[in-house]
């Protein structure tokens, strides 16, 4: 990593071909305590149609926060995420036979003329409208099974999708309508003007779709995590893992998890000095599961607090989210039932453990079973716990909550707060749900 100068404030416009790794040019470094800003470009489907692009995302460079070593880990306080598209196409995908080797996402190749990762220029608009530059072939890897484009409202409020018509004069104007910052490389998904089941309104909550930390090998920002990444295994490019094993360096940067949005508190592992934190991915909104393996991106600028946490040692994610996120269940305790809690230890004898505090771990996994899997090794290495502990604080103060199909998963619980003070991370639970 390069040497910078530390920031109390930094703010960051540049932007991956769609890797995080090591090895990718640094974008500074900002101080323990410190501020990160961001103007993010799109994710998805802009860089999945772009033909140059090494994975699924465009993804800001890396950047390194002060005292941040191996073993440590950073909170990233949530403190701002601002839309700034005002339309978005997206939708279930169709592969383009012969644009792509073992993976769509990141081997890109001509069907043509068979360059790898070939230079496009656009022409027109639809879904035949990215050619490569060498032989005029259609030279994207993607089309829309089922595609439709959203038009927001000036407070980022609600979307409505669009028909034929509206669409078209999105797509006519399409990066301008997707506000992309000027260092973005990607073609706009606009021009492909999808319009199917238009004229229908949806809530919108802005979030991060891909947010965390660098892991210690290369891999495309889209597979940095248990289910996407189980495609790297056994291919043949160059990102290509041999086992399942290698994909444990993984640090689940890209989750999907609706509820990493304004006010939560994320906490990320470091598995390379400095952390590498990288951002984008935003999303207008997103129903759990992101069913159709994709939403509504959006170009959009976020505010990020950062806090070093040395030795906290995690293997993935952990998640404060705002309260009105958790379970029902998972909910800190009102002062009333903390009263009728201790009058029903005292009426049996017990003493009853009062100081809990919400914290949400996040798993991953080629399935939503062996995410969830994977969600109770971490719980129990974190906090100390059997699986059957695990397993009936979460059923009996949380649950499991479905973050992305086919394998991210939030696993909640009610926590001793003496075991997160142990770890380091008391103070931030209790901050962040007022305990």
């Known amino acids: ?25 640094w974008a500074g470094t900002v101080a323990d305590g410190g501020t990160i800003r961001t103007h993010t470009p ?33 909170a990233l306080t949530i403190r701002d995420v601002e839309v700034t598209s005002v339309a978005t196409s997206t939708g279930s995908m169709a592969e383009r036979e012969g644009a ?48 439709y484009t959203v038009a927001f409202d000036e407070e980022r409020s609600v979307g409505l999708t669009m ?3 509206a669409a078209e004069e999105l797509a006519e104007d399409a990066r301008e309508a997707m506000a992309l910052p000027e260092n973005s490389r990607q073609h706009p998904i606009l021009l492909y003007k999808p319009s199917e089941m238009a004229g229908t309104l949806g ?27 189980q495609f790297l295994i056994g291919a043949d490019h160059d990102w ?43 999303h207008a909104n997103q129903g759990d599961g992101e069913l159709s393996l994709h939403t509504t991106d959006v170009s959009g600028r976020t505010e990020l607090g950062i806090e070093v946490i040395k030795g906290l040692d995690i293997d993935g994610p952990l998640l404060l989210p705002n309260e009105e996120d958790l379970p029902h269940i998972a909910a800190p305790y009102t002062e009333m039932e903390r009263e009728t809690g201790h009058a029903l230890a005292d009426e049996h004898g017990v003493e009853m453990q009062s100081e809990m505090g919400p914290i949400q771990v996040i798993g991953s996994g080629e399935t939503v079973n062996a ?25 009996f103060t949380g649950g499991v909550e479905i973050g992305r199909l086919p394998g991210v998963v939030q696993l909640t619980m009610l926590a001793p707060m003496d075991r997160l003070e142990e770890r380091g991370i008391g103070k931030l639970v209790s901050e962040q749900y007022d305990l």
């Open 42 to 74: 799109p994710a998805c489907w802009g860089p999945m149609i772009t033909p140059d692009f090494r994975g699924g995302h465009e993804v800001t460079r890396p950047i390194a926060v002060e005292n941040a070593d191996v073993g440590d880990a950073i």
């Open 240 to 282: 290509g893992l041999p086992d399942e094993e290698a994909l444990g360096e993984r640090t689940d940067g890209h989750m999907d998890i609706n509820a990493v949005r304004e006010g939560a508190v994320l906490i990320c592992p470091v598995k390379v000095d400095g952390g590498g934190i990288y951002v984008g991915d935003l």
């Open 371 to 395: 995410a969830t899997e994977n969600a109770f090794d971490r719980a129990g290495d974190l906090l100390d716990m059997s699986e059957g502990e695990v397993r009936g604080r979460c059923t």
């Open 100 to 147: 792509f080797g073992d993976d769509p996402f990141v081997d890109h190749r001509c069907p043509e003329c068979g360059t790898e990762w070939p230079e496009s220029i656009v022409e027109g608009t639809g879904e035949d409208a990215i050619r490569c530059a060498e032989c005029g072939a259609n030279a994207s890897s993607f089309g829309f099974e089922f595609g």
């Open 1 to 25: 990593m390069a040497q910078h100068e530390i920031r109390q404030e930094l703010t960051v416009d540049q932007y991956t071909l769609g890797l995080v790794g090591p090895e990718q040019e």
């Open 163 to 165: 028909d034929d018509a």
């Open 203 to 229: 809530h919108l909550r802005p979030f991060i779709g891909n947010v965390g930390t660098t892991p210690p090998i290369e891999l495309p920002d889209s597979h940095n995590a248990g289910d996407f990444g």
